[in-house]
């Protein structure tokens, strides 16, 4: 089976930075799609970034201009350098990938809680 494992959440005050890592693990054939999602309290879970195998990314017009996503393909990881954080970007952040193993298939991370708070 595929896992998904995220690491680099916590707690920063305004303005700081954090980096959020996940590795995928198991009988890996090749990973498409690898991103990133939150969830709020109360609010539905969202994307944030995400990267194709070839190296496209997109971001949620919110982070733009302060979050980076990019993979190191060799290892099956993706990483979110997240700058400037706001208060609004507290959330439980999930890892997200298109895993083939056989086929293609949809898997998610146990997420990490990212709280932005003076």
């Known amino acids: 089976q595929v896992q998904l494992v995220e690491s680099g959440g916590g707690l920063v005050q305004p303005g700081g930075s954090l980096r959020l890592s996940c590795v995928a693990s198991?009988?890996?054939?090749?990973?498409?799609?690898m991103g990133w999602y939150r969830q709020a309290p109360g609010k539905q879970r969202e994307l944030v970034a995400v990267?194709?195998?070839?190296?496209?990314?997109s971001y949620k017009d919110s982070v733009k201009g302060r979050f980076t996503i990019s993979r190191d393909n060799a290892k099956n990881t993706v990483y979110l350098q997240m700058s400037d954080l706001k208060p609004e970007d507290t959330a439980v952040y999930y890892c997200?990938?298109?895993?083939?193993?056989?086929?293609?298939?949809?898997?998610w991370g146990q997420g990490t809680q990212v709280t932005v708070s003076s």
């Open positions: 990267a194709t195998s070839g190296g496209t990314t």
């Open positions: 198991g009988s890996i054939f090749s990973i498409n799609a």
């Open positions: 997200n990938a298109d895993v083939v193993v056989h086929w293609p298939r949809n898997y």
